[in-house]
């Protein structure tokens, strides 16, 4: 099946490309393209071109499957350069998402029209790349290089009304773009072609470039492309447009080879593969919802209750405490009114909204509900008694899932008699922000259970994650190791506010102990005191033991492992808690030392490591790709590294297993006895990503 077409409307050739599912630019659609173009250009008959596509949408960008390939000709700028040669006008007719290399063909055409439902963009920064087809050199030159600039640098679509505003398209298609494209053609005809590249670029006060470094500096954090992108826009108002075609290639090949660049396509990938579960049909379908009950009204639930009545559900939230019901009805309210606020909803979508809201404090008012989200505290024995209670009242059919972030799935199960519906929906704090969603398969969890909770992430506008059933699952047990090791650093001579810095240069969203503070020293004492299963060793997170017992918190309390002035978020040192960390270490007859910055990465990623590769060898995650995306998306992982164990592929499995072997011999077997696995890859230079 040819991925380029050709059909003749009079005196109009309609080029159409057909490549599913995004018709991304493979080596084939750009030799199709490439040659149909010369094919119209020599056409004597054919007065214009129009280029559209089948399909969902227009060309979605080059295609992603081929980076880091050999590169194969035709190469893009060069089809885009042919296009714009063209003797006759060539018209773009968007539909869908014009995107990266597919706007970039579009603004090589001399005319652009788009129905109104369609969006344009340059998101190349997202893959630590830029335009690499000349939009950084074209686009400025139609919209101006401000205007250009900020719409590569946030890689945002920009709907086709703005569009037309900005002038990056001609027309906008009411109702049917290709009738509307065609009549468009006759004007064109008449205009002749537009070339872009012969635009003058708006004169720009040279100091915007400047400002705009700053202005993304700390959002940017050293990502090089852009930087480089803002270079280019710069040469676009400096030098003649071959020139800056030349320096973009040159900063776009050099982008594409970075390991930021590698990171970030890794991530695009692995956020897609999630939603693929071995053994589960394609096919099979879910079970419907439409209305969902949260059980438990506190800052979880509340949170749980308002993404999803935001996403469009039915929602009722219930609690057996009065004042707790009332303060998580305020809770979803303050929420819905904060959207209007933001301009996220209108009033009007807020109050469509709360006629699906209800309350309730018997489980009698839920037992049509179609999904419940158990959300109380995390007690084994409490969850046990609230699945008892739903089992006996809740539909025949109704998905039952907790929100537990370690506990064990199948006990929970077991407290019912329909184990085939429960399943674990691990949301992370704040419920309404965070993407990520630890979908927890238990041992009987049906299958369309688990389609469900995939379709529900993903009305969520959440990434689901299919987890085995394990203690804190696949996030919260390998945090365990990575926490494990900022304690122990804590008790060996290393202040908190450097391991936080170290790692937040290292590209951390936020330091381990600042994160402490942030989810409150409460939350994980109460759960390290309810486990049986902790490692016999009495420095094990000491610390925050330690500063738990003290009530010191964190944020919540004005004091945790840092000091937070009223009303301060920011994380003070207190003298008293070095003090306390000294005495602790004296205790324990832990000898003192500098350590170095590169030993704080390596204990805190390599432990992270060290657990993924448990974790795959236990079959609780599906994919070392899995991993990535929940650590990426919930716990602040720095995504052009691509999550852990993509960095450990990324900078050698050989050289991650030797360092481990080097931590057994200096800190025990304990923890960094390595797991086979690493070995294994180690010996065969595998990586993790080729385990399955
Ligand atoms: N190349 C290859 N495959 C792609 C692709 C691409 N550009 N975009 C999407 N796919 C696959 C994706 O992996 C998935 O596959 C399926 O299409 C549906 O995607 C020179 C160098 C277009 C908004 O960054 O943003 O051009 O899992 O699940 O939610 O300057 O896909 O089904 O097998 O995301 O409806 C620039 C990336 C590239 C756009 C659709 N373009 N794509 O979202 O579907 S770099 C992009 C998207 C470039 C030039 C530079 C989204 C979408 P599978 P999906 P969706």
């Given at each position: 099946m040819s991925v380029v077409g050709i059909e003749r409307h009079g005196a109009v050739t309609l080029i159409i490309i057909d490549n599913p599912p995004v018709n991304a630019l493979s080596q084939a659609v750009r030799e199709g393209l490439l040659s149909a173009i010369v094919d119209a250009d020599g056409d004597d008959e054919c007065q214009a071109i129009l280029i559209v596509c089948s399909g969902r949408t227009f060309i979605a960008g080059a295609d992603i499957t081929e980076f880091g390939k050999p590169p194969a000709e035709p190469y893009l700028p060069v089809v885009v350069a042919r296009i714009e040669a063209c003797k006759k006008p060539v018209v773009a007719a968007i539909h869908g998402t014009a995107l990266g290399g597919g706007f970039e063909i579009a603004l090589g055409c001399h005319y652009r029209i788009a129905l109104g439902s369609a969006a344009v963009g340059l998101p190349e920064v997202h893959l630590g790349l830029l335009p690499g087809a000349s939009g950084t050199q074209r686009l400025p030159r139609l919209i101006g290089a401000e205007a250009a600039m900020d719409m590569m640098l946030s890689g945002n679509p920009v709907k086709a009304d703005k569009a037309l505003e900005s002038g990056a398209i001609d027309r906008v298609a009411e109702v049917d773009l290709l009738s509307e494209a065609i009549d468009f053609m006759k004007e064109c005809i008449e205009q002749g072609p537009r070339r872009i590249r012969d635009m003058e670029i708006a004169a720009v006060d040279a100091r915007v470039f400047d400002v705009e470094r700053k202005k993304i500096a700390a959002k940017t954090r050293g990502l090089m492309s852009p930087e480089r992108i803002i270079r280019c826009v710069e040469l676009a108002t400096k030098t003649s447009f071959d020139d800056g075609l030349a320096g973009e290639?040159?900063?776009?090949?050099?982008?594409?080879?970075?390991?930021?660049?590698?990171?970030?396509?890794?991530?695009?990938?692995?956020?897609?593969?999630?939603?693929?579960?071995?053994?589960?049909?394609?096919?099979?379908?879910?079970?419907?919802?439409?209305?969902?009950?949260?059980?438990?009204?506190?800052?979880?639930?509340a949170g749980i209750a308002y993404n999803c009545l935001a996403a469009g559900f039915n929602v009722t939230i219930l609690d057996n405490n009065q004042e707790g019901l009332e303060r998580g009805v305020k809770t979803i309210k303050r929420l819905c009114a904060g959207g209007v606020e933001r301009g996220k909803i209108s009033d009007a979508e807020m109050q469509e909204s709360l006629k699906r809201f209800s309350h309730a404090e018997s489980y009698a008012d839920i037992v049509g509900a179609d999904l419940v989200i158990e959300a109380v505290f995390e007690s084994m024995a409490f969850k046990k008694e609230v699945f008892g209670a739903l089992d006996k009242v809740m539909k025949a059919g109704a998905i039952l899932a907790s929100n537990t972030s370690t506990l064990n799935i199948d006990e929970i199960a077991a407290s019912t008699a329909r184990p085939q519906d429960v399943i674990g929906l691990h949301f992370f704090s704040p419920a309404h922000i965070m993407r990520l969603l630890e979908i927890v398969r238990g041992a009987d969890t049906a299958d369309d259970v688990i389609v469900s909770s995939l379709a529900l992430a993903k009305k969520l506008n959440k990434i689901g994650v299919v987890v085995g059933n394990c203690f804190g699952f696949v996030g919260n047990r390998m945090l365990y190791s990575y926490g494990r090791e900022n304690q122990m650093m804590l008790l060996e001579g290393v202040a908190p506010e450097t391991i936080d810095q170290v790692l937040f240069d290292w590209g951390m969203a936020m330091g381990p102990n600042a994160v402490g503070d942030l989810a409150g020293l409460d939350v994980g004492y109460k759960v390290r005191q309810e486990r049986s299963d902790l490692p016999d060793d009495p420095r094990f997170y000491r610390i925050a033991d330690a500063l738990a017992e003290l009530g010191r918190y964190g944020q919540k309390t004005g004091k945790g492992i840092y000091l937070y002035e009223e009303g301060s978020r920011k994380p003070v040192p207190d003298p008293e808690v070095a003090v306390l960390i000294a005495k602790e270490a004296r205790r324990l007859g832990i000898e003192r030392r500098n350590i170095s910055d590169e030993e704080i990465v390596q204990r805190c990623i390599y432990g992270l490591v060290v657990e993924g590769a448990r974790i795959l060898e236990e079959g609780i995650a599906e994919r070392s790709g899995d991993i990535d995306v929940i650590w990426m998306n919930g716990y602040g992982f720095p995504r052009h590294r691509g999550g852990p164990m993509h960095y450990a592929d990324s900078i050698g499995i050989k050289h991650v297993y030797e360092t481990v072997c080097e931590f057994r011999e200096r800190f025990g077997a304990m923890y960094w006895e390595p797991p086979e696995l690493l070995k294994s890859l180690a010996d065969s230079g595998g990586k993790f990503a080729d385990f399955e």
């Open positions: 290639r040159e900063m776009f090949l050099e982008c594409m080879a970075s390991s930021q660049s590698d990171g970030l396509r890794h991530a695009f990938f692995a956020e897609r593969q999630v939603a693929k579960i071995p053994g589960i049909a394609k096919e099979t379908s879910g079970r419907e919802v439409k209305t969902v009950a949260v059980i438990g009204a506190g800052t979880m639930g």
